[in-house]
């Protein structure tokens, strides 16, 4: 149960705050998710250049207070020299609420222009919405946990799907390429988004995923395992979505009751 006080939620997600990789990186502990875009992709001595400026904004933001002098000089009697931040109550909630996810909805929605990450970090019945831009930003904002189905059903299919009909399509590209095969790619063609989605809960090794692709002409679904992308209607592709979310959010719920 996580005690860190957090704002009131209302029926609509309540912005929080906009934060970079590397003002991320000062104020929350690593981890495996979400992506770090931009930070990532930088060598270790130009990000801890990008560490350190970072820091000198989250203090001219008004987020993180400048250390006491007793807290320096209690770090620089440590070995790690390590400084405890004072963060802003918001953005230590936020991070609070992260880190302690009992669930996480992770979504990497490919464009033909672009591609950006959609989380949810659920905490009881709070949660976490966090999306990520390729150049590394994080917005932040919270929403209620009964939510979080219909949230990413949003998030995951394009909001002007169409339907489709037909026979399922065998996907013949290289793992990890996030392009349609070219018999859905003719369908779609610029207007496509592709979503991956992954479910998952702390510790879990295989967690349930598949991908959407969907744009005004149509709908298809994949299935994870077996690599074929089947065509649905729009609102059977929401409500794979919103059902993987809900039956794993279910199960985060009845282990932490």
């Known amino acids: 149960m996580v005690t860190t006080r957090v704002a009131h939620v209302s029926d609509e997600p309540v912005f929080v705050e906009v ?8 104020v929350a502990r690593p981890g495996p998710m979400p992506v ?24 001219a933001r ?11 000089a209690e770090a620089t009697a440590r070995r790690d020299g390590s400084v405890e931040l004072m963060v802003r109550q918001d953005v230590r909630s936020a991070v609070a609420l992260r880190e302690a996810a ?9 464009t033909a222009v672009t591609q950006d990450y959609w989380y949810a970090h659920l905490v009881d019945d709070v949660v976490l919405l966090e999306e990520v831009s390729r150049d590394g930003m994080h917005r932040f904002a919270l929403a209620r946990a009964a939510q979080v189905g219909d949230l990413a059903a ?25 392009t349609p ?3 859905i790619l003719e369908r779609l063609g610029a207007a496509f988004v ?9 510790g879990d ?5 598949f991908a959407v692709f969907s744009g005004p002409d149509g709908t298809w679904v994949v299935d994870g395992a077996t690599a074929v992308a089947t065509p649905v209607t729009a609102e059977a592709a929401r409500a794979r979505v919103g059902e993987a979310v809900d039956g794993i959010r279910a199960e985060g719920v009845a282990l932490h009751g």
């Open 19 to 26: 934060l970079t990789d590397e003002e991320l990186s000062v």
């Open 36 to 59: 770090m875009p931009f930070l990532g992709d930088l060598s270790q001595p130009d990000a801890e250049v990008a560490r350190r400026s970072a820091y000198r904004s989250l203090i």
């Open 62 to 72: 008004g987020i993180v207070d400048p250390p006491s002098p007793e807290a320096v």
């Open 102 to 110: 009992q669930v996480v909805v992770a979504i990497a929605r490919t």
């Open 154 to 178: 949003a998030a995951a299919v394009h909001p002007d799907a169409g339907d489709r009909s037909g026979e399922p399509v065998a996907l013949t590209a290289d793992e990890g390429d996030p």
């Open 181 to 183: 095969p070219d018999e």
């Open 194 to 202: 592709r979503t991956d989605v992954i479910v998952r809960r702390p």
């Open 205 to 209: 090794t295989e967690p349930p995923r």
